[in-house]
């Protein structure tokens, strides 16, 4: 009888879910749809669920301007955000939770003002930053801001990791003759890798999505694939499929990464997050 | 680990490295005869625009590369903002508008381009441009851009359910209203409008204005959006907007050829730039159904309720580039030859090219050059109106929306208006 | 608890402060310059382009007096709540379901995350798109079953119910990853004995489950909280504000004081009382957390 009612749950749920990624997933079809019909047919007050697919659109991003170069100058920047921003924010955590004191306590709550300003307000004050420091169109610079940005929320996240682990484990790796370095790069690094795992897709998530500060920071060189497809954001009808095919291209690589890294985001979120 | 670190740490290393390697001068010498030189454009960007973008890559000067960066409208005006503000030399052509022009030769940020127009007058033949069109870019006596094309606001009408029905194409205001009314049958509705506060709403509300022989503000600058003339022609949009389509209020150009497009409209009133795209068969299920006339006035013979606008190109005035060089670059692209392959897509400048010819074959241009000639007004382009625009358009669009009164709530834009020119020293 | 006072401990302590000091170094560079730049312009009147003029807390004064600024702060407040509360219990059911499935959780999992990989922007087109009369996706959904959809956009209710859909759409799967994660450390153990006991599925939800994750509840309604308070770009692409100023949310409110009205002072100001409203209930929430873990 019991294992009845747990077979009713487990089909509810199965239904429950399926119902959920149905909703997460309509829209993207339809934005899809968009993408692949010409204008007429894609704002039709008469929707067609079979059509031909049109590659138009895409031809036009991917062929014409060149997407390809947005796509690197896009992978760069977030690739460099990522491995400059997780060591920093996982040293900080773990630096500020062994200094155990009121000053990091301060130093970890007022890190967050950043994420309470307004981000538009902050375009000009970076803008000359970055016009002061002749850095305008360089990679430099949106690295910078990025990992700057991202650095709060990193390092509260690692340290939400880090905090479990016990601190009789840098005593004993201590013991066993390992300098500070050593525990770390030794004994702390590698349990909370799944946790480096999580803090790296949330800083992929943030940095390759970016747009406002991209927008104004970078020119030709350095253009960004969220910024290429900003063009295509009004004032032509056409512009408007051209535009989707952009939102959908732009989120195929997301899909391919999280895929991947999709293991260690439950086994990292596992390892690192509550007291038993 | 120790190796997975390292290696780490020197791609990191190698990342930085490169991207300050990829730090190179933006502009090489003012050498006008020998060293090759690059122009950075900042566009805005729709059909005619890129039209014209390529006519500057395509017709530089000998030696001069121009290189072109397109934005939408708000991304290009916050980016050249931010540049022109700081003083950077990162763009030496930039796509302007009159509006734009007011503002940014406000703030000393463009180079005054009175003397190459003269030194250039016969060479390029500016006389061929309109005097009505100089004026536009100017601001305190001096011209400040070069103009491209230009634009008005017309009517759409269906040809074929206007001969089914057997009505006349309206030409007052009243009969605007009654013709939306009786065409608006099921699915369809009589007629759309753009309405999104505030850029479009204000073209539509000023188009209006226009047509009633109002005005923002009378010869004293004190603010008139309660007077009779505002309220008429609020009181002529509320009654169309009873026979627009479901979700009106919230229109920018593309909803509302979306709507004449797919036979979901039979009128609308839009600018000449969207009018090619009816007869496109990839945009449009009513090709070749679609025929234009000035929009109606007031009374027969009155003002058309119609703005007109129109885009160029200014110099930016710390561009590290010959400025003359620009000039002539920019002149150029906007010559006679270019703005003739340029009649596709949109209304060209020169009176050379805007024959009778072509009036004759196209008739949104005809429509449009009518409303020009019979009064069609311009945007102000004071730097206030901004904010002028922000306030009394939200208002105007609760209004629409039915959570405010008209009369108080224009009577409330008043004092805030006045409160705004107030403040900008309008009334010492 | 603080370590023994030797003067070996000290030298030990400090040698972590140094491992911060690169992460707050990057952090404070690039922060202190931008924020400090937009309080001291808060105090000015300044049109960019002309000379600033000094006007004190003039800006502040004006603002809390501002009818527009006040309805902004208003509508922002009632959609952060209403997300954010939303979004935890969502994202909660969701985990809690996510718990109960076997082998198909993984593909569906990547399904209901896609919304979060999306930007904010992309997800106002996309949805203004689904919400908008005659052609839109849901108006056609709608008119197969003959139901007749709202004017989403024209009417400020709905607008308002719009904007508040879609950020729970695009943000639950926040709350969902982490609450997902956290159900799988909550000991079995405890799950064990209270089922022993004779506590139904409810009981052992709220009185074991819940508990064990207070404080990832009072991260994600903490970090959601500082997030949908500061919501622009999928507003202004979805409704621009309206109808009116329906939508207007505090950023918006002070993105056209500064940039369309050019009012970067006031902007400015804006800004930094955003900020001061964000701080307070987050300090409390935080304080909140360290007490959940103190447990």
């Given at each position: 009888m019991n294992s009845d009612r747990h077979k009713l749950m487990r089909r509810a749920s199965l239904a429950g879910l399926i119902g959920v990624a149905a909703i997460s997933v309509i829209p993207f079809y339809y934005v899809f749809t968009i993408a692949s019909k010409t204008p007429a047919e894609a704002f039709s007050a008469s929707f067609q669920v079979f059509y031909k697919i049109t590659w138009d659109n895409f031809r036009q991003l991917?062929?014409?301007?060149?997407f390809l170069d947005y796509f690197v100058n896009s992978m760069i920047v977030t690739a460099a955000s990522m491995i400059v921003s997780v060591p920093l924010a996982t040293l900080a955590a773990y630096g500020l939770i062994r200094h155990e004191s009121r000053f990091s306590n301060r130093l970890l709550n007022s890190m967050l003002a950043l994420r309470m300003f307004p981000p538009m307000l902050l375009l000009i004050p970076y803008f000359l930053l970055a016009d002061t420091l002749h850095l305008t169109d360089t990679y430099t610079i949106l690295v910078l801001i990025i990992v700057a940005s991202n650095q709060p929320f990193a390092v509260w996240l690692m340290r939400g990791f880090l905090i479990t682990l016990p601190k009789e484990l840098d005593e004993a790796a201590r013991i066993d003759g390992c300098g500070l370095i050593k525990t770390v790069t030794h004994v702390i690094l590698p349990l909370s890798m799944p946790g480096i795992g999580t803090a790296a897709i949330f800083t992929f998530l943030?940095?390759?999505?970016?747009?406002l500060f991209a927008l104004v920071l970078t020119g030709k060189k350095t253009m960004t694939l969220t910024v290429a497809v900003g063009k295509y954001a009004a004032e032509e009808l056409i512009y408007w499929c051209t535009n989707a095919a952009g939102v959908v291209s732009i989120i195929a690589p997301i899909c391919v990464v999280m895929v991947l890294l999709q293991k260690w985001l439950v086994k990292g979120l596992t390892a690192g997050a509550v007291k038993g | 680990m120790k190796r997975i670190t390292s290696a780490v740490a020197g791609f990191a290393v190698l990342i930085t490295l490169t991207a300050c390697g990829d730090e190179q001068p933006q502009t090489e010498g003012t050498n006008e005869s020998a060293a090759p030189v690059t122009l950075h454009l900042l566009s805005h960007t729709y059909a005619s625009l890129e039209y014209y973008a390529g006519q500057l890559e395509a017709k530089a000067p000998e030696g001069v590369t121009v290189e072109a960066e397109m934005t939408n409208?708000?991304?290009?005006?916050?980016?050249?903002?931010?540049?022109?503000a700081s003083g950077s030399d990162s763009y030496d052509i930039t796509y302007i508008t009159p509006q734009d022009v007011a503002e940014f030769a406000a703030n000393g940020w463009l180079e005054p381009l009175d003397d190459f127009v003269e030194k250039y007058r016969d060479e390029y033949d500016f006389d061929d441009i309109p005097e009505y069109l100089w004026e536009a870019y100017s601001y305190e006596g001096h011209i400040y851009g070069i103009p491209s094309h230009q634009w008005a606001m017309i009517l759409f009408y269906r040809t074929d359910l206007f001969d089914e029905s057997g009505l006349d194409v309206p030409e007052t205001l009243g009969q605007l209203v009654d013709t939306a009314k009786s065409m608006t049958a099921d699915g369809r509705s009589g007629i759309t409008l753009t309405l999104a506060a505030a850029d479009m709403l204000m073209v539509t509300y000023q188009s209006f204005l226009t047509a009633t022989g109002g005005w923002f503000w009378d010869d004293a600058y004190k603010p008139q959006f309660s007077s009779e003339a505002s309220l008429t022609a609020i009181d002529y949009i509320m009654d169309l907007y009873e026979y627009t389509p479901?979700?009106?209020?919230?229109?920018?150009?593309?909803?509302?050829?979306?709507?004449?497009?797919?036979?979901?409209?039979?009128?609308?009133?839009?600018q000449t730039t969207r009018s090619s795209a009816m007869d496109d068969p990839e945009q449009s299920i009513v090709v070749g159904k679609v025929g234009f006339a000035s929009a109606p006035s007031l009374t027969v013979g009155g003002p058309s309720a119609a703005i007109w606008n129109t885009a160029g190109y200014s110099i930016p005035k710390d561009s590290a580039q010959d400025k003359e060089l620009i000039f002539r670059t920019i002149a150029n692209a906007t010559d006679k030859q270019s703005s003739a392959g340029g009649v596709e897509s949109s209304m060209p400048c020169r009176e050379s090219v805007l024959t009778e010819d072509l009036l004759d074959g196209r008739s949104d241009y005809a429509a449009a050059w009518k409303a020009i000639q019979s009064g069609a007004t311009l945007r102000p382009t004071i730097p206030e109106f901004g904010e002028i625009m922000e306030i009394s358009m939200t208002a105007l669009s609760s209004v629409i929306t039915g959570q405010a009164e008209a009369r108080t709530a224009m009577e409330q834009v008043d004092k805030e208006v006045e409160a705004v020119?107030?403040?900008?020293?309008y009334y010492n | 608890m603080k370590p023994a006072r030797t003067s070996r401990g000290v030298l030990n302590r400090n040698r972590y402060l140094g491992f911060a000091a690169p992460s707050v170094m990057v952090m404070f560079a690039i922060m202190i310059f931008p924020l400090g730049y937009a309080v001291y312009y808060s105090l000015f009147a300044y049109k960019l382009g002309r000379e600033p003029t000094f006007v004190g807390l003039g800006n502040y004064v004006n603002l809390l007096t501002d009818r527009g600024f006040i309805g902004a702060v208003r509508f922002s407040i009632v959609f952060t709540l209403v997300t954010m509360i939303a979004q935890v219990v969502l994202g909660m059911?969701?985990?809690?379901?996510?718990?109960?499935?076997?082998?198909?959780?993984?593909?569906?999992?990547?399904l209901i995350y896609l919304p979060y990989f999306i930007s904010a922007t992309a997800s106002g087109i996309i949805f203004r798109w689904i919400f908008m009369s005659d052609w839109g996706l849901l108006s056609q959904v709608l008119s197969v079953f003959h139901i007749s959809s709202p004017s989403w956009f024209d009417d400020p209710n709905w607008a308002q119910l719009a904007v508040v859909l879609v950020e729970i759409w695009q943000n639950t799967p926040f709350a969902v990853i982490i609450f997902y994660a956290g159900l799988q450390?909550?000991?079995?153990?405890?799950?064990?004995?209270?089922?022993?006991?004779?506590?139904?599925?409810?009981?052992?939800?709220?009185?074991?489950?819940i508990?064990?994750?207070?404080?990832l509840i009072i991260l994600v309604i903490t970090i959601r909280y500082m997030d949908a308070f500061r919501i622009y770009d999928r507003i202004a692409v979805m409704t621009g504000g309206g109808p009116g100023d329906a939508t207007e949310s505090v950023s918006l409110f002070a993105y056209r004081t500064a940039f369309t009205n050019l009012h970067l002072g006031k902007g400015c100001a804006a800004g930094v009382l955003i900020l001061i409203m964000l701080a307070i209930p987050v300090s409390a929430l935080l304080k909140l957390m360290r007490n959940a873990e103190a447990d």
């Open positions: 991917w062929v014409d301007d060149n943030l940095s390759y999505n970016e747009y | 409208y708000s991304d290009w005006q916050e980016k050249m903002r931010l540049n022109l479901a979700d009106s209020s919230t229109y920018t150009n593309n909803e509302a050829v979306v709507a004449m497009g797919q036979d979901l409209a039979t009128m609308a009133l839009l020119l107030k403040d900008a020293g | 059911a969701i985990a809690l379901l996510m718990e109960n499935v076997g082998r198909s959780r993984k593909l569906l999992s990547i450390a909550v000991s079995s153990d405890q799950m064990e004995a209270a089922a022993i006991d004779g506590a139904g599925a409810w009981r052992r939800l709220w009185h074991v489950t508990p064990n994750l207070r404080h």
